[in-house]
């Protein structure tokens, strides 16, 4: 089924650890987005992308890397995972053409778990 | 700073009556306002949305009322069942230099007693 697929579903890191949440969409959207879950929160904005090669800041970028090299695939990469980095991960994408907005359309999250 | 505020955060309700969940947004810059249901262990899935230029949309058992004035919107689920058991989020976007940048209420937990 055409959507937005997350890997890996679940990981354990150790303080310091890096590591890279994959994110692929087949859907030609060229509006992608990363949100952490956290309990009472929301979702919050991590990093986005109108397109291939442009990337920006939401929220709550601090301590996460994104890059698009293609429309495709919106990696986060955590540099040196922290406590405070457990969380939900959700990657999003969405159609936006000018003077629109539509729904995104949503991945089943990526559950980390920082000691 | 919470931009879009939702209450209540946990809600029961009986089988067959009335789902209502409120929002409240601050920046009149949003033009977009959508209603996110999520199911455990998954990903949210956008449930209905509306402009503001629209006072009430209406997707089956599903109701946004949309007050302009007051910067408020709230879901209502009619006839509710044990399936709507889930969370629900609002939020509210606006384009930013071609983006569309969406953010969320708090979530409300709903469950439907049987």
């Known amino acids: 089924n055409a959507g937005v697929t997350q890997t890996p579903k679940f990981q354990v890191l150790k303080t310091g650890q890096s590591m890279t949440l994959q994110c692929a969409q087949d859907?030609?959207?060229?509006?992608m987005s990363w949100y952490r879950q956290d309990p009472g929160m929301g979702l919050r904005l991590i990093h986005y992308s109108v397109g291939a090669g442009i990337t920006d800041q939401g929220e709550v970028p601090n301590g996460y890397n994104v890059s698009r090299s293609t429309t495709e695939d919106f990696p986060l990469r955590l540099l040196s995972a922290a406590p405070s980095q457990t969380s939900v991960y959700f990657c999003?994408?969405?159609?936006?053409?000018?003077?629109?907005?539509?729904?995104?359309?949503f991945g089943s999250g990526t559950r980390l778990t920082v000691v | 700073q919470q931009q879009v505020k939702q209450s209540p955060q946990s809600l029961i309700v009986q089988k067959g009556g009335i789902s209502i969940i409120n929002c409240a947004y601050e920046?009149?810059?949003?033009?977009?306002f959508p209603w996110y249901q999520q199911f455990p262990g998954k990903g949210p899935a956008l449930l209905i949305a509306?402009?503001?230029?629209?006072s009430e949309k209406k997707e089956g058992r599903f109701t946004i009322s949309f007050n302009k004035s007051a910067k408020q919107f709230s879901l209502h689920i009619m006839d509710s069942q044990p399936g709507d058991s889930a969370t629900y989020f609002c939020?509210?976007?606006?384009?930013?230099?071609?983006?569309?940048?969406?953010?969320f209420g708090q979530g409300t937990r709903l469950t439907i007693n049987p």
């Open positions: 509306i402009r503001p230029d629209v």
């Open positions: 859907m030609n959207h060229e509006y």
């Open positions: 920046n009149t810059a949003f033009d977009y």
């Open positions: 999003a994408s969405s159609y936006s053409p000018p003077g629109g907005n539509y729904g995104y359309t």
């Open positions: 939020a509210a976007s606006r384009r930013i230099q071609g983006a569309q940048k969406l953010v």
